[in-house]
């Protein structure tokens, strides 16, 4: 089982989840902003989080079933979030607040330390994705890292996230 795998089941068996918040398509979760000090999982749907960068919606993260993810910038400072979460189908997401993950950090110092790898673990990777300088290289890696991605999350979204056109993309998928 992973850390990210562990840690959800001792939020689930110390009953602190919240109750499960129901978004429309095209709903926000989280805007640039906010405070955000949430955790959120996703049980159903999927949603995308992203920030505007010279009037443009650039996509960082796509989440979809059993993902884990938060306002990153917003859930370590507290302060105002630069991203913003968006629900690109209709979604199912339970959150958990900073102060109670705090309980079992406190309880399991170690499970604190193994999520903060493997959080730089996936940025490391993200950041790969994007210094790939073509595009097969980025679809490759998505590919093999998350191939559920593909039946998660409609193609547009996909595209936008790997820096590349739907045409392209479309293109890698036949190929």
Same mark, same amino acid.
């Given at each position: 089982?992973?850390?990210?795998?562990?840690?959800?089941?001792?939020?689930?068996?110390?009953?602190?989840?919240?109750?499960?918040?129901?978004?429309?398509?095209?709903?926000?979760?989280?805007?640039?902003?906010?405070? %955000? !000090?949430? &955790?959120?999982?996703?049980?159903?749907?999927?949603?995308?989080?992203?920030? @505007?960068?010279? /009037?443009?919606? =650039?996509?960082?993260?796509?989440?979809?079933?059993?993902?884990?993810?938060?306002?990153?910038?917003?859930?370590?400072?507290?302060?105002?979030?630069?991203?913003?979460?968006?629900?690109?189908?209709? %979604? !199912?997401? &339970?959150?958990?607040?900073?102060?109670?993950?705090?309980?079992?950090?406190? @309880?399991?110092? /170690?499970?604190? =330390?193994?999520?903060?790898?493997?959080?730089?673990?996936?940025?490391?990777?993200?950041?790969?994705?994007?210094?790939?300088?073509?595009?097969?290289?980025?679809?490759?890696?998505?590919?093999?890292? %998350?191939?559920?991605?593909?039946?998660?999350?409609?193609?547009?979204?996909?595209?936008?996230?790997?820096?590349?056109?739907?045409?392209?993309?479309?293109?890698?998928?036949?190929?």
């Amino acid at each position: 089982m992973s850390v990210i795998e562990n840690f959800i089941q001792l939020i689930t068996e110390k009953n602190l989840w919240e109750k499960p918040l129901l978004l429309k398509k095209n709903e926000f979760l989280v805007n640039e902003g906010d405070i %955000s !000090e949430d &955790l959120f999982f996703v049980k159903l749907g999927a949603l995308i989080v992203g920030v @505007e960068i010279e /009037e443009k919606q =650039q996509i960082i993260r796509l989440c979809y079933k059993n993902s884990l993810f938060s306002s990153i910038d917003s859930f370590l400072t507290k302060e105002p979030t630069i991203y913003s979460i968006k629900a690109i189908k209709e %979604s !199912e997401v &339970l959150k958990v607040n900073r102060n109670k993950i705090q309980l079992i950090f406190d @309880e399991y110092p /170690e499970i604190f =330390q193994e999520l903060l790898v493997e959080l730089i673990r996936q940025q490391s990777d993200r950041e790969l994705d994007l210094l790939h300088s073509s595009a097969a290289a980025r679809f490759d890696r998505l590919l093999k890292r %998350s191939p559920q991605v593909f039946q998660e999350i409609p193609h547009k979204y996909i595209a936008s996230y790997l820096r590349i056109s739907a045409e392209t993309l479309s293109r890698l998928l036949k190929s």
